[in-house]
């Protein structure tokens, strides 16, 4: 029965929900060998999937555990979710600041599997802060101030995280269906009622091309009409880093430079946009409008403020943050234009200073991270600084004309 079910996939047929569910929920308790469902991913990589083929898996993967009931909040709440990005710390701003203009924003996230940390991993290189909220503790924190970050209390989409580790080792991450019903499902079981969807495209992405994240965008959309969910899309660009700080502590650092309005730029400018069509959502107004109440409460500290608080609240403390590590400075080795820094280089340079795990055990040295001391475009003359890289880690190793591009 599985090995129809895998050539009838590899032979480009469309598959039954009921096959679907055979294989994936096999898979789940482990009656589907790995090597089995790596074939049937492989296939799908090559053969693509129907829209209701999407749709049937999307639900088996929300089926495979819990699902979150948000019901006591009687406001529009709003979910953000990001494809996967090098420095991308836009949680970190953008979750206080739509909380700020009263739209509640409870988001649960992860721990970074891979070269930098995830949205957990930066707040808990904040002394203190607590990650790991009691679903109680949650509600409480959700009325009196109206917003949350968290890890995961309940066991959301167990299936996805099982097959997103296979396909993470065999080469069946870049699925447009496969990435498509891996984001919706986690989205769906976080019950949130309308969600922003930050599609990351380039060199340093999951993502390579504009046409795949249309793509992408396309099928979004179509699934949270299926499940009525209103879902917007943001693409951005990860060719670069976004923003300067890559690494965790290092990357609390900068959102609190744009909280506190000393950084504009890329990374200013993508925070803007997410937090306005959130607030757009969660008000129902118009995206103008809610542009203008975003970069009000951006420069008026009220953004800054809600961090704060959400900070104190989560007992952790923001005052004396200082990055405790060596600190090595790479500098140009000949004049130019800096006319790129590759974003993957400094993803994988990152994880050996110590900022990422290759196993979920793996422990993170929260002081680790790069900080990108040039822009591109910049006139650089040889000598120049242009990065630091903060380690506890000896001598580390390095490749500068694979990094920054200067010509
Ligand atoms: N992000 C996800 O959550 N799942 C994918 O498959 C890819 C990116």
Same mark, same amino acid.
């Given at each position: ?6 050539? @009838? ?10 096959e679907l569910e055979t294989i994936f929920m096999g898979y789940l308790n482990d009656e589907v060998k790995d090597y089995q469902m790596s074939a049937f991913l492989m ?39 990001s494809t996967g990005g090098v420095g991308d710390k836009t949680t970190l701003i953008v979750a206080p600041l739509v909380a700020s203009l009263s739209v509640p924003v409870?988001?649960?996230? !992860? ?75 986690? @989205?769906?079981? !976080? ?16 993502? @390579? ?124 080795? @000949? ?72 010509s």
């Amino acid at each position: 029965m599985i090995l129809d079910i895998i050539s @009838k996939k590899a032979n480009n047929y469309e598959l039954t929900k009921e096959e679907l569910e055979t294989i994936f929920m096999g898979y789940l308790n482990d009656e589907v060998k790995d090597y089995q469902m790596s074939a049937f991913l492989m296939a799908i990589c090559i053969n693509d999937m129907s829209d209701s083929e999407v749709f049937a898996l999307t639900d088996i993967f929300i089926k495979s555990g819990d699902v979150l009931d948000l019901s006591f909040i009687d406001k529009i709440k709003v979910d953000k979710h990001s494809t996967g990005g090098v420095g991308d710390k836009t949680t970190l701003i953008v979750a206080p600041l739509v909380a700020s203009l009263s739209v509640p924003v409870i988001k649960m996230s !992860g721990r970074g599997l891979g070269y930098t940390g995830g949205t957990i991993d930066k707040l808990e290189s904040i002394p203190g802060f607590v990650v790991n909220l009691s679903e109680d503790e949650i509600r409480k924190q959700a009325l009196d101030i109206g917003i949350v970050i968290t890890s995961q209390t309940k066991n959301l989409t167990p299936l996805d995280k099982k097959v997103y580790a296979l396909r993470d080792v065999t080469a069946t991450t870049n699925s447009i269906p496969l990435i498509a019903s891996s984001i919706m499902s986690k @989205k769906i079981a !976080g019950n949130a009622d309308k969600i922003v969807i930050d599609i990351k495209v380039g060199r340093g992405a999951l993502i @390579k091309t504009k046409e795949d994240a249309i793509r992408l965008s396309n099928l979004l959309i179509k699934i949270g009409t299926y499940y009525q969910k209103e879902v917007r899309t943001v693409i951005s660009n990860m060719d670069v880093p976004l923003g300067h700080n890559i690494g965790n502590k290092l990357e609390v650092l900068e959102a609190l430079d744009v909280l506190k309005g000393k950084e504009k730029g890329a990374l200013y400018d993508l925070v803007v946009e997410l937090a306005s069509e959130m607030v757009s959502l969660g008000k129902n107004i118009d995206i103008e409008t809610a542009k203008g109440e975003v970069i009000d409460n951006l420069s008026n500290g009220k953004a800054l403020d809600k961090f704060l608080e959400l900070v104190k609240y989560q007992h952790g403390n923001v005052d004396n943050l200082s990055i405790e590590a060596k600190v090595y400075n790479i500098k140009a080795n @000949k004049n130019g234009i800096l006319n790129n820094i590759d974003a993957l280089s400094i993803a994988k340079l990152c994880e050996n200073l110590g900022a990422g795990r290759k196993d979920l055990n793996d422990k993170i040295d929260y002081n680790a991270g790069v900080v990108l001391r040039k822009n591109i475009g910049d006139e650089i003359k040889e000598g120049d600084i242009l990065a630091s890289l903060y380690t506890n880690v000896l001598d580390p190793v390095f490749n500068i004309d694979k990094t920054f591009e200067i010509s």
